[in-house]
């Protein structure tokens, strides 16, 4: 059983950062693809990296702003957000899957969910 336990959404104005922070209990993130997910109308995929960290994948929306990375000592995974636009405004979910051969942007590949957090960029 994994555990994925989100913070560090808030209320930002436009064009500023936030760092959201996902930390993962139950297994080792060598073990784990991660995935950014935020729900608006549907939800999306925004960020993920694979368990060798080695290949990371970005919604074209956000390339260039935001950044995924992950601290093994920690076990936690980071979405770093900059330049935040007011359609970036969504709960944004961490997910996790045990088992995988490619990187997926689709929801329900991810076995583990967190509780999600709120971001709110306001104009």
């Known amino acids: 059983q994994v555990q994925l336990v989100e913070s560090g959404g808030g209320l930002v104005q436009a064009g500023g950062s936030l760092r959201l922070s996902c930390a993962a209990s139950g297994r080792a993130l060598s073990n784990l693809d991660m995935g950014w997910f935020r729900q608006g109308k549907e939800r999306e995929f925004v960020a993920g990296i694979m368990?060798?960290?080695?290949?990371?994948s970005y919604k074209a929306a956000v390339k260039g702003r935001f950044t995924i990375s992950r601290n093994s000592a920690k076990n936690t995974v980071y979405l770093q957000m900059n330049s935040l636009k007011p359609e970036d405004t969504a709960v944004y979910y961490c997910a996790a899957r045990l088992r995988s051969s490619l990187l997926s942007t689709d929801s329900t590949a991810y076995d583990y969910w967190g509780q999600g957090t709120q971001v709110t960029v306001s104009s």
């Open positions: 368990k060798s960290g080695n290949t990371i």
